[in-house]
């Protein structure tokens, strides 16, 4: 299991940018409950790459089962320590469904009033949503819009909101 340590707290607070998009969602979804192997099948099969250079740079660290921390090279939290990172508490109903409402919901208020073909296409795409790695592909692809149109601030706090609203399970069936 993966951890985000001190330094990657830091780079999800408001401010504090030096990660891409891809990076910046695999530290938030690195919450000592998901599993490390299907974490790293995510990001179009990118996912290891990624999270290895995110170990190597001391973003993450790995969790013994046992709920102690074992460092990682280059990481600065000592181990066990495991502080709450901002925004990480919540406790409304995950679900598919529910990403799926809020990501249309953004899309309609951000796009539609702007880039009606764009908003089109992002319905089309989480309308026909209906698995967890499809949703995950589906969220990714309008936060990347967020980003190119409304900046790296408010992408990173609908990419937030997106993986709270995601089920806990969601990396355990991902196939």
């Not at 208020?109 to 592909?137: C, N, T």
């Amino acid at each position: 299991m993966l951890i985000k340590t001190e330094k990657g707290r830091q780079e999800l607070r408001p401010g504090n940018r030096t990660l891409g998009q891809r990076e910046r969602t695999l530290l938030l979804l690195a919450d000592g409950r998901q599993s490390e192997s299907k974490m790293a099948e995510l990001m179009q099969g990118d996912g290891r790459r990624l999270l290895n250079q995110l170990l190597a740079q001391g973003y993450l660290e790995r969790r013994h089962p046992a709920g102690t921390a074992a460092l990682t090279p280059g990481a600065s939290s000592p181990a066990g320590q495991r502080a709450v990172a901002h925004g990480e508490s919540f406790s409304g109903a995950r679900s598919l469904a529910s990403a799926r409402m809020f990501l249309f919901d953004i899309s309609e208020r951000l796009f539609a009033p702007r880039d009606k073909a764009l908003a089109s296409h992002h319905r089309q795409a989480l309308r026909e949503a209906r698995d967890p790695q499809a949703m995950l592909v589906a969220g990714r692809a309008l936060i990347a819009d967020v980003e190119r149109l409304a900046g790296s601030e408010r992408a990173d706090g609908i990419s937030e909101r997106f993986a709270k609203l995601l089920p806990d399970h969601l990396l355990d069936n991902v196939e």
